[in-house]
């Protein structure tokens, strides 16, 4: 099996590689027809509409590579990066705001493997917005529609006269989910008449849940975009109250970081991180799978609080999330607690780990459906159960 996954890794890596030198080459190509304005011949008013309209890409798939061949025909040294790999459009994006004639040769780099949000931190160092406000504004949301009352609203033109041609323009384009696209250069150019029949045969599904954004503003400064209830803001106001006398006007950056403080802290102490005199020795447990606060310490911060799992291509898992203390011998097999056969693992691959220690028939039986997670799981014999929220326990 391992064979077989290596073996698709190895053809997975060379398609990729195609496709970076594929897109590099796409980029050379657009970036001529763009310098020769071939798209005027063709009609079209600008290389984002050829794009578009007659290659059929999205928008925000369009303004990239737009972006991309604009920015080649000034700096074809990006042709290289972008064709291995270490440039994407993402960050080609965020480069291009920042990339001057001057900076080109060290500023480049620093955009290499970078995610969108990174380059987008880079971005804001090296050109920081002025006179960043410091403010906190609170919006109301619309309620969310019902598809059925969405599509009479949509099917209603008839009813509403004149009202009924006014032009599409000012509707921000959106895709499937509702997400507003990148680049809204364009108008939805879908008609009503479709969006109507697109509404009314739509299943009712569950609100999207709001996504926070984090707009880098300056190396150090950002701003967040963040939906909250009406509790939520109660209890800001209620903790900006109870911290008035330590901190009179604390900003609300002031009053959250004073909250994660106390979060973090708790879970120091709840790993065990926090050490605590003792008048005596701790006495030894019976239960083998007992993990003592020393050893919990030891292998916390042994292990900097990331998965240590080793994957098959080198390195460790490295997630922060979810972490869980893992025998490495289990204690059904006689392994002890100790600082040498515990590791932090996260938790799906502590569960991997039981799975290849016990198989996946045996561990089946105490996997659980979405709809019975508030169950009483069965346990394997001298074990107890384990959550994924309790960071010093181990699944199996």
């Known amino acids: 099996m391992n064979d077989d996954a290596r073996a698709l890794t190895r053809h997975l890596a060379d398609l990729l590689r195609r ?26 008013t600008s290389l984002f509409y050829f794009l578009h309209r007659e290659l059929g890409l999205s928008k925000g798939a369009a303004f990239y ?22 440039l994407c459009l993402s960050s080609v994006v965020e480069l291009a705001k920042v990339i001057t004639p001057e900076n080109r040769a060290e500023v480049v780099a620093r955009f290499f493997h970078a995610s969108k949000r990174e380059a987008q931190a880079v971005a804001a160092e090296l050109r920081p917005r002025e006179l960043v406000p410091l403010r906190d504004v609170v919006t109301a949301l619309e309620p969310a529609v019902p598809a059925a009352a969405a599509a009479l609203r949509a099917s209603a033109p008839a009813a509403r006269g004149a009202a009924a041609a006014a032009p599409v323009a000012d509707l921000p384009a959106r ?27 739509a299943q009712p599904a569950a609100p999207p849940r709001p996504r926070d954004e984090v707009e880098p503003l300056t190396a150090d400064l950002r701003r967040l975009h963040t939906t909250v209830s009406r509790r939520f803001l109660d209890k800001l106001a209620a903790a900006r109250d109870a911290l008035s006398h330590a901190q009179p006007g604390a900003s609300t950056e002031a009053v959250l970081e004073a909250a994660l403080d106390l979060l973090l802290a708790a879970q120091d102490k709840k790993r065990a991180l926090v050490k605590k005199p003792r008048a005596a020795p701790p006495r030894p447990s019976a239960d083998p799978r007992h993990v003592l606060a020393e050893v919990k310490r030891a292998v916390w911060k042994r292990d900097g609080a990331r998965c240590q799992w ?76 384990v959550h994924s929220d309790d960071p010093g326990l181990e699944l199996g």
């Open 65 to 86: 590579r737009k972006t991309a061949a604009e920015l080649l025909q000034r700096y074809p040294e990006l042709i290289e990066p972008l064709g291995d790999g270490r």
């Open 175 to 201: 895709d499937l989910t509702g997400d507003q696209l990148v680049h809204p250069d364009e108008p939805d150019s879908t008609p009503g008449s479709a969006r109507a029949e697109q509404a009314a045969t």
């Open 19 to 44: 496709e970076q030198v594929a897109m590099a080459e796409f980029l050379v190509a657009l970036a001529a027809f763009d310098r020769d304005r071939r798209w005027v011949d063709l009609g079209h």
């Open 310 to 385: 080793r994957m098959a291509s080198g390195g460790i898992c490295g997630s922060t999330t979810r972490l869980q203390l893992d025998h490495v011998v289990p204690v059904a097999r006689g392994g002890a607690s100790t600082v040498e056969n515990l590791r932090v693992c996260c938790a799906f691959h502590n569960q991997l780990a039981a799975r290849e220690e016990f198989g996946p028939k045996h561990m089946a039986q105490f996997a659980r459906a979405p709809d019975e997670q508030a169950k009483p799981r069965p346990t394997l014999p001298g074990t107890r159960v």
